[in-house]
């Protein structure tokens, strides 16, 4: 658990945050998936799907370069 926390620790460039926000994602979806079970709540993951696909299409669109403003990059992860 503590290396799985310690992926979601970036240093400030594009390519890290990113891993890091992935790493983040995956383990809230682990954990979610085994504590609100026992909680009652019903997992619906259509809106984390919906913000996820809105991450990746950002990434795409932005690539592995560090070029464009990041509010660009902000722009494309509307959930329009």
């Known amino acids: 658990m503590l290396v799985r926390l310690t ?7 594009r390519t890290t945050l990113y891993h890091a926000l992935q790493a983040e994602i995956e383990l809230f979806r682990d954990l979610q998936g085994r504590v609100w079970p026992r909680l009652g709540i019903a997992v619906d993951e259509t809106q984390g799907r919906a913000i996820q ?26 959930l329009d």
Request: no cysteine.
């Open 53 to 78: 696909d809105a991450i990746q299409r950002g990434w795409t669109a932005g690539g592995t370069q560090s070029a464009g403003s990041d509010d660009e990059f902000a722009a494309t992860l509307r």
């Open 7 to 13: 992926r979601t620790i970036p240093t400030l460039d």
